[in-house]
Protein backbone atom coordinates (compact mmCIF):
# COMPACT_ATOMS: atom_id res chain seq x y z
CA UNK A 1 0.00 0.00 0.00
CA UNK A 2 1.64 3.70 -0.83
CA UNK A 3 -0.07 6.60 1.14
CA UNK A 4 -0.17 9.49 -1.04
CA UNK A 5 -0.08 13.20 0.69
CA UNK A 6 -1.61 15.44 -1.36
CA UNK A 7 -0.91 18.99 -0.53
CA UNK A 8 -3.04 22.22 -2.05
CA UNK A 9 -4.90 25.50 -0.65
CA UNK A 10 -7.94 24.34 -1.61
CA UNK A 11 -9.44 20.89 -3.48
CA UNK A 12 -12.16 22.57 -4.95
CA UNK A 13 -12.70 23.77 -8.56
CA UNK A 14 -14.37 27.06 -7.22
CA UNK A 15 -10.96 28.21 -5.95
CA UNK A 16 -9.28 28.40 -9.46
CA UNK A 17 -6.69 26.04 -10.99
CA UNK A 18 -4.87 25.06 -7.99
CA UNK A 19 -8.05 23.64 -6.32
CA UNK A 20 -9.01 22.13 -9.74
CA UNK A 21 -5.85 20.28 -10.30
CA UNK A 22 -5.88 18.64 -6.63
CA UNK A 23 -9.68 17.84 -7.05
CA UNK A 24 -9.24 15.99 -9.91
CA UNK A 25 -5.74 14.20 -8.96
CA UNK A 26 -7.60 12.76 -5.35
CA UNK A 27 -10.43 11.71 -7.27
CA UNK A 28 -7.93 9.84 -9.98
CA UNK A 29 -5.53 8.52 -6.76
CA UNK A 30 -8.56 7.68 -4.53
CA UNK A 31 -9.45 5.17 -7.75
CA UNK A 32 -6.05 3.43 -7.82
CA UNK A 33 -6.00 0.04 -6.68
CA UNK A 34 -3.04 -0.16 -3.85
CA UNK A 35 -2.85 3.50 -2.51
CA UNK A 36 -4.43 5.63 0.28
CA UNK A 37 -4.91 9.35 0.03
CA UNK A 38 -4.71 11.64 2.50
CA UNK A 39 -5.79 15.45 1.72
CA UNK A 40 -3.83 18.49 3.71
CA UNK A 41 -5.68 21.59 2.54
CA UNK A 42 -4.37 24.54 3.63
CA UNK A 43 -6.44 27.14 1.96
CA UNK A 44 -6.00 30.30 4.74
CA UNK A 45 -2.01 29.60 4.13
CA UNK A 46 -2.00 29.94 0.68
CA UNK A 47 -4.40 32.44 0.13
CA UNK A 48 -3.03 34.73 2.88
CA UNK A 49 0.35 35.14 1.53
CA UNK A 50 -0.01 34.68 -2.08
CA UNK A 51 3.44 34.28 -4.08
CA UNK A 52 5.39 35.95 -1.06
CA UNK A 53 7.40 33.00 0.88
CA UNK A 54 8.24 33.52 4.81
CA UNK A 55 10.67 31.18 5.15
CA UNK A 56 10.36 31.09 9.48
CA UNK A 57 6.22 31.01 9.17
CA UNK A 58 6.53 28.15 6.60
CA UNK A 59 8.97 26.18 9.25
CA UNK A 60 6.03 27.09 11.90
CA UNK A 61 3.59 25.61 9.57
CA UNK A 62 5.91 22.45 8.84
CA UNK A 63 5.61 21.83 12.68
CA UNK A 64 2.47 21.56 13.16
CA UNK A 65 1.56 19.54 9.67
CA UNK A 66 4.08 16.99 11.01
CA UNK A 67 1.81 14.11 11.53
CA UNK A 68 0.38 14.31 8.27
CA UNK A 69 3.63 13.91 6.35
CA UNK A 70 5.23 11.39 8.91
CA UNK A 71 2.70 8.84 7.49
CA UNK A 72 3.41 9.45 3.53
CA UNK A 73 5.64 7.26 1.46
CA UNK A 74 4.82 10.40 -1.59
CA UNK A 75 4.35 14.10 -1.02
CA UNK A 76 2.64 15.76 -3.78
CA UNK A 77 2.38 19.19 -3.71
CA UNK A 78 -0.15 20.61 -6.21
CA UNK A 79 0.68 24.45 -5.00
CA UNK A 80 3.71 26.04 -5.48
CA UNK A 81 3.92 28.62 -2.75
CA UNK A 82 3.19 25.42 -0.25
CA UNK A 83 6.57 24.29 -1.70
CA UNK A 84 8.48 25.11 1.40
CA UNK A 85 6.43 23.22 4.09
CA UNK A 86 6.62 20.07 1.68
CA UNK A 87 10.47 20.75 1.30
CA UNK A 88 11.51 20.45 4.75
CA UNK A 89 9.72 17.45 5.65
CA UNK A 90 11.32 15.78 2.54
CA UNK A 91 14.76 17.15 3.70
CA UNK A 92 13.69 15.26 7.24
CA UNK A 93 12.23 12.33 5.93
CA UNK A 94 14.34 10.92 3.40
CA UNK A 95 12.61 7.72 3.17
CA UNK A 96 9.62 9.84 2.05
CA UNK A 97 9.05 10.91 -2.01
CA UNK A 98 8.19 14.29 -3.13
CA UNK A 99 6.74 15.37 -6.05
CA UNK A 100 6.23 19.29 -6.74
CA UNK A 101 4.16 20.60 -9.32
CA UNK A 102 4.64 23.67 -11.25
CA UNK A 103 1.95 26.01 -13.03
CA UNK A 104 3.19 28.99 -14.27
CA UNK A 105 4.21 31.89 -12.27
CA UNK A 106 4.85 30.94 -8.65
CA UNK A 107 7.19 28.25 -9.75
CA UNK A 108 9.39 31.17 -11.60
CA UNK A 109 9.31 34.23 -9.99
CA UNK A 110 10.07 33.69 -6.52
CA UNK A 111 13.39 31.73 -7.51
CA UNK A 112 14.59 34.14 -9.66
CA UNK A 113 14.14 37.50 -7.80
CA UNK A 114 15.33 38.83 -4.42
CA UNK A 115 17.12 37.67 -1.48
CA UNK A 116 14.64 34.60 -1.16
CA UNK A 117 15.88 32.74 -4.27
CA UNK A 118 18.57 31.54 -2.73
CA UNK A 119 17.25 29.42 -0.18
CA UNK A 120 14.51 28.36 -2.46
CA UNK A 121 16.66 26.95 -4.21
CA UNK A 122 18.29 25.23 -1.83
CA UNK A 123 15.46 23.89 -0.79
CA UNK A 124 14.19 22.37 -4.47
CA UNK A 125 17.32 19.74 -4.03
CA UNK A 126 14.36 18.17 -1.99
CA UNK A 127 12.01 17.51 -4.90
CA UNK A 128 12.64 14.23 -6.43
CA UNK A 129 10.54 14.91 -9.46
CA UNK A 130 9.29 18.42 -10.64
CA UNK A 131 6.52 18.64 -13.08
CA UNK A 132 5.23 21.56 -14.84
CA UNK A 133 1.85 22.14 -16.84
CA UNK A 134 3.36 23.54 -20.65
CA UNK A 135 6.53 23.77 -22.21
CA UNK A 136 6.40 27.59 -22.36
CA UNK A 137 6.49 27.34 -18.42
CA UNK A 138 9.35 24.26 -18.67
CA UNK A 139 11.73 26.94 -20.57
CA UNK A 140 11.16 29.63 -17.85
CA UNK A 141 11.74 27.15 -15.10
CA UNK A 142 15.21 26.01 -16.97
CA UNK A 143 16.44 29.26 -15.67
CA UNK A 144 17.38 28.65 -12.58
CA UNK A 145 16.87 25.12 -12.36
CA UNK A 146 18.77 22.02 -14.09
CA UNK A 147 16.88 18.70 -12.93
CA UNK A 148 14.57 16.43 -14.64
CA UNK A 149 10.98 18.05 -15.74
CA UNK A 150 7.89 16.31 -16.82
CA UNK A 151 5.27 17.82 -18.39
CA UNK A 152 1.61 17.28 -16.74
CA UNK A 153 -1.18 18.63 -18.70
CA UNK A 154 -3.90 20.07 -17.31
CA UNK A 155 -7.48 18.98 -18.16
CA UNK A 156 -11.35 19.52 -18.28
CA UNK A 157 -14.49 17.57 -17.18
CA UNK A 158 -16.33 17.02 -20.05
CA UNK A 159 -18.50 14.73 -18.53
CA UNK A 160 -19.93 17.54 -16.60
CA UNK A 161 -20.74 19.66 -19.59
CA UNK A 162 -23.63 19.37 -22.03
CA UNK A 163 -23.00 21.71 -24.97
CA UNK A 164 -26.56 23.39 -26.09
CA UNK A 165 -27.77 21.85 -29.37
CA UNK A 166 -27.52 23.91 -32.60
CA UNK A 167 -25.98 27.49 -33.48
CA UNK A 168 -25.29 30.20 -30.76
CA UNK A 169 -27.77 33.08 -30.74
CA UNK A 170 -25.97 35.10 -28.30
CA UNK A 171 -22.95 37.50 -30.09
CA UNK A 172 -21.42 37.35 -26.83
CA UNK A 173 -17.96 37.35 -26.03
CA UNK A 174 -17.09 35.94 -23.00
CA UNK A 175 -13.36 36.49 -20.89
CA UNK A 176 -13.63 34.03 -17.53
CA UNK A 177 -10.46 35.27 -15.34
CA UNK A 178 -9.46 37.36 -12.70
CA UNK A 179 -9.76 40.95 -13.84
CA UNK A 180 -5.46 42.34 -13.66
CA UNK A 181 -2.80 43.40 -15.86
CA UNK A 182 -1.89 39.51 -17.24
CA UNK A 183 -5.48 39.09 -18.49
CA UNK A 184 -4.79 41.75 -21.36
CA UNK A 185 -8.17 42.87 -19.99
CA UNK A 186 -7.95 46.66 -21.27
CA UNK A 187 -6.55 45.57 -24.90
CA UNK A 188 -9.84 43.50 -25.06
CA UNK A 189 -11.73 46.63 -24.43
CA UNK A 190 -9.73 48.47 -26.96
CA UNK A 191 -10.45 46.02 -29.41
CA UNK A 192 -14.24 45.32 -28.51
CA UNK A 193 -15.16 49.10 -29.03
CA UNK A 194 -13.43 48.61 -32.84
CA UNK A 195 -15.76 45.68 -33.31
CA UNK A 196 -18.84 47.11 -31.92
CA UNK A 197 -18.82 49.66 -34.75
CA UNK A 198 -18.51 46.83 -37.11
CA UNK A 199 -21.33 44.87 -35.07
CA UNK A 200 -23.30 46.81 -32.40
CA UNK A 201 -25.15 43.93 -31.66
CA UNK A 202 -22.41 42.39 -30.11
CA UNK A 203 -21.70 42.43 -26.45
CA UNK A 204 -18.55 41.79 -23.64
CA UNK A 205 -18.95 39.73 -20.50
CA UNK A 206 -16.41 39.61 -17.67
CA UNK A 207 -16.79 36.77 -15.08
CA UNK A 208 -14.53 37.11 -12.40
CA UNK A 209 -13.36 39.27 -9.62
CA UNK A 210 -13.63 42.58 -10.74
CA UNK A 211 -11.72 45.64 -11.06
CA UNK A 212 -12.55 49.45 -10.92
CA UNK A 213 -10.15 50.13 -13.10
CA UNK A 214 -11.59 48.16 -16.13
CA UNK A 215 -14.85 49.84 -15.36
CA UNK A 216 -13.58 53.23 -15.45
CA UNK A 217 -12.17 52.12 -18.58
CA UNK A 218 -14.84 50.91 -20.65
CA UNK A 219 -16.50 54.22 -19.56
CA UNK A 220 -13.44 56.44 -21.27
CA UNK A 221 -14.24 54.00 -24.34
CA UNK A 222 -17.55 54.54 -24.67
CA UNK A 223 -18.90 51.14 -24.95
CA UNK A 224 -19.91 51.02 -21.00
CA UNK A 225 -23.47 50.00 -22.35
CA UNK A 226 -22.07 47.17 -23.97
CA UNK A 227 -19.92 45.22 -21.52
CA UNK A 228 -21.22 43.55 -18.46
CA UNK A 229 -19.00 42.84 -15.37
CA UNK A 230 -20.49 39.90 -13.76
CA UNK A 231 -18.11 39.66 -10.83
CA UNK A 232 -17.46 35.98 -9.24
CA UNK A 233 -20.04 33.99 -10.23
CA UNK A 234 -21.60 30.07 -9.05
CA UNK A 235 -20.80 27.35 -11.37
CA UNK A 236 -24.28 27.15 -12.45
CA UNK A 237 -24.03 30.70 -13.38
CA UNK A 238 -20.55 30.19 -15.33
CA UNK A 239 -22.20 27.29 -17.20
CA UNK A 240 -24.56 29.50 -18.45
CA UNK A 241 -22.04 32.37 -19.39
CA UNK A 242 -20.30 29.44 -21.84
CA UNK A 243 -23.15 27.89 -23.14
CA UNK A 244 -24.79 31.60 -24.58
CA UNK A 245 -21.32 32.84 -25.07
CA UNK A 246 -20.29 32.95 -29.01
CA UNK A 247 -16.54 33.02 -28.16
CA UNK A 248 -14.33 32.87 -25.15
CA UNK A 249 -11.32 35.38 -25.17
CA UNK A 250 -8.44 35.71 -22.81
CA UNK A 251 -5.51 37.67 -24.45
CA UNK A 252 -3.01 37.20 -21.58
CA UNK A 253 0.56 38.96 -21.01
CA UNK A 254 3.16 38.59 -20.10
CA UNK A 255 4.45 41.19 -17.68
CA UNK A 256 7.30 41.56 -14.98
CA UNK A 257 5.98 39.29 -12.55
CA UNK A 258 3.29 36.92 -14.45
CA UNK A 259 3.03 34.80 -17.27
CA UNK A 260 0.06 32.30 -18.62
CA UNK A 261 1.15 28.94 -17.68
CA UNK A 262 -1.63 27.17 -18.87
CA UNK A 263 -4.72 29.30 -20.09
CA UNK A 264 -7.06 26.50 -18.72
CA UNK A 265 -10.32 28.25 -19.36
CA UNK A 266 -9.83 27.86 -23.29
CA UNK A 267 -9.97 24.63 -22.78
CA UNK A 268 -13.15 24.86 -20.70
CA UNK A 269 -14.64 26.83 -23.14
CA UNK A 270 -13.99 24.54 -25.58
CA UNK A 271 -15.77 21.90 -24.19
CA UNK A 272 -18.93 24.17 -24.06
CA UNK A 273 -18.34 23.85 -28.10
CA UNK A 274 -17.13 27.30 -28.28
CA UNK A 275 -13.96 28.50 -29.76
CA UNK A 276 -11.07 30.38 -27.65
CA UNK A 277 -8.66 33.54 -28.52
CA UNK A 278 -5.57 33.86 -27.18
CA UNK A 279 -2.35 35.08 -27.10
CA UNK A 280 0.65 33.99 -28.86
CA UNK A 281 4.70 33.66 -27.10
CA UNK A 282 2.32 31.95 -23.77
CA UNK A 283 1.43 28.78 -22.94
CA UNK A 284 -1.88 29.44 -24.77
CA UNK A 285 -0.48 28.22 -27.90
CA UNK A 286 -0.32 24.64 -26.37
CA UNK A 287 -3.72 24.82 -25.54
CA UNK A 288 -5.39 26.86 -28.50
CA UNK A 289 -5.16 25.41 -32.37
CA UNK A 290 -4.97 28.27 -34.03
CA UNK A 291 -7.44 28.09 -37.18
CA UNK A 292 -8.99 25.01 -35.45
CA UNK A 293 -10.75 25.63 -31.75
CA UNK A 294 -9.75 28.85 -31.94
CA UNK A 295 -6.90 31.85 -32.57
CA UNK A 296 -3.62 33.02 -31.05
CA UNK A 297 -2.73 36.90 -31.67
CA UNK A 298 -0.15 39.28 -31.13
CA UNK A 299 0.38 40.35 -27.53
CA UNK A 300 -0.66 43.78 -26.72
CA UNK A 301 -2.36 44.04 -29.86
CA UNK A 302 -5.99 45.26 -29.73
CA UNK A 303 -6.26 45.70 -33.36
CA UNK A 304 -5.39 41.75 -34.34
CA UNK A 305 -7.47 41.20 -31.70
CA UNK A 306 -10.11 42.89 -33.10
CA UNK A 307 -9.33 41.11 -36.37
CA UNK A 308 -9.78 37.31 -35.15
CA UNK A 309 -12.93 38.34 -33.33
CA UNK A 310 -14.75 40.10 -36.25
CA UNK A 311 -13.88 36.95 -38.40
CA UNK A 312 -15.71 34.52 -35.80
CA UNK A 313 -18.93 36.78 -36.45
CA UNK A 314 -18.46 37.37 -40.24
CA UNK A 315 -17.56 33.48 -41.20
CA UNK A 316 -20.08 31.17 -40.44
CA UNK A 317 -18.89 28.35 -41.86
CA UNK A 318 -15.15 28.47 -39.88
CA UNK A 319 -17.06 29.51 -36.83
CA UNK A 320 -19.59 25.83 -37.22
CA UNK A 321 -16.02 23.80 -37.71
CA UNK A 322 -14.37 25.68 -34.76
CA UNK A 323 -17.51 25.05 -32.70
CA UNK A 324 -16.91 21.29 -33.43
CA UNK A 325 -13.42 21.15 -33.40
CA UNK A 326 -13.72 22.92 -30.01
CA UNK A 327 -15.72 20.32 -28.44
CA UNK A 328 -13.14 17.58 -29.93
CA UNK A 329 -10.41 18.90 -28.57
CA UNK A 330 -11.55 19.08 -25.17
CA UNK A 331 -12.43 15.32 -25.24
CA UNK A 332 -9.53 14.33 -25.95
CA UNK A 333 -7.57 16.32 -22.96
CA UNK A 334 -10.43 15.39 -20.57
CA UNK A 335 -9.24 14.78 -16.80
CA UNK A 336 -10.20 10.88 -17.35
CA UNK A 337 -7.68 10.43 -20.51
CA UNK A 338 -4.69 12.83 -18.75
CA UNK A 339 -4.77 12.04 -15.33
CA UNK A 340 -3.93 8.08 -15.51
CA UNK A 341 -0.90 8.22 -17.11
CA UNK A 342 0.64 11.43 -14.80
CA UNK A 343 -0.53 8.89 -12.15
CA UNK A 344 1.54 5.64 -13.29
CA UNK A 345 4.22 8.22 -13.30
CA UNK A 346 4.46 9.76 -10.17
CA UNK A 347 3.27 6.31 -8.28
CA UNK A 348 5.98 3.80 -10.47
CA UNK A 349 8.13 6.39 -9.75
CA UNK A 350 9.28 6.54 -13.29
CA UNK A 351 12.09 9.51 -14.18
CA UNK A 352 10.45 12.51 -15.76
CA UNK A 353 12.08 13.62 -19.04
CA UNK A 354 15.68 15.05 -18.89
Known sequence: MTRVLIVANSFSPKDGGWGTVACYLERAMVGTEGVQVTRLEADRLARRRGSKISLLRDLWYAWQWRRFFAKADLVVCVCEPLFPVCAYHRLIRRNCQFVLLGHGTYIY????????????????????????????????????????????????????????????????????????????????????????????????????????????????????????????????????????????VLPSVNTHSSFEGFGLAHLEANAYGIPSIGSAETANAEVIKNGETGYLCRQRDAEDLYRKMKLLLEDDGLYNRMCTASRKHAESLSWEKVLPSFCRQVLEKEDVRP
Open 109 to 248: YPFVRGWRRWPLRALARAVDRLFVVSRFTEARVREWYDGGIGIFSNGVDTKAVEPPPGPKHERIFLLVGEQKERKGIAYLLEAFKLLAVDHPEARLELAGNPSETYKALSQRLGIENKVRFLGKVSDAELARCYSRAWCH
